[in-house]
């Protein structure tokens, strides 16, 4: 049974983060000037919300009516809506001409995170072991985090024959844009010793 709701939990953890981002994209887009409010489906506004809270509210609502113990979901018409936003975020946001203008960068600073947080996750045997680059690394936030994401928030969700790159991959996917900056800024960018 516990194993179960591990996994129930997991579902939970990973279709919200969808949700979230989602919603969260939405807001950043519009902030940016990207997109305007104005170009969102009608049916998205009026259904889900006009901010990432409303909409994430009306998911989470959704989620607990149609969800039991033994398994998580959403209705049908919410899924359609899931669909619809990341289909309308993937062509007005993900590949807007904003965004295709910095690809090469985003694609230059996820490689080296992934490299970089790789190397640390399996240099320290998913932080069971140290080694020197945790101690050079272990001020920064990135650090940190990744840290307590292995060992507390993601305790028993990963199995020792799942590959350390499944959960770098699971690490960053989960990371919000500032945050990703961040964590690029603070392992490449060499900071004061003394």
Do not use: W
Not at 53 to 69: C, K, R, T
Not at 117 to 125: I, P
Not at 136 to 153: A, R, Y
Request: proline content about 2%.
């Amino acid at each position: 049974m516990p194993e179960t709701r591990q996994r129930i939990e997991g579902c939970i953890v990973r279709l919200i983060d969808k949700i979230v981002y989602v919603g969260r994209d939405i807001e950043d887009a519009i902030t940016t000037g990207v997109i305007s409010s104005a170009e969102i489906p009608e049916d998205i506004f009026a259904a889900l919300g006009s901010n990432n809270g409303e909409i994430v509210g009306a998911f989470l609502e959704d989620m607990v009516e149609n969800s039991s113990q033994e398994h998580i979901s959403i209705s049908k018409g919410k899924a359609e809506l899931l669909h619809k936003l990341i289909a309308f975020n993937n062509e007005h946001i993900y590949h807007s001409e904003a965004a295709e203008r910095y690809k090469k960068q985003a694609k230059h600073a996820l490689k080296f995170l992934f490299d970089e947080l790789m190397e640390l996750v399996t240099l320290t045997k998913r932080f069971t072991e140290n080694s020197n680059k945790t101690r050079l690394l272990s001020h920064t936030t990135v650090c940190k985090v990744l840290k307590q994401f292995v060992t507390e928030d993601m305790k028993g969700q990963y199995r020792e024959q799942d590959p350390d790159s499944l959960i770098v991959l699971d690490f960053i996917a989960g990371m919000t844009d500032n945050f990703a900056v961040s964590a690029y800024i603070e392992l490449s960018v060499p900071q004061a010793t003394v």
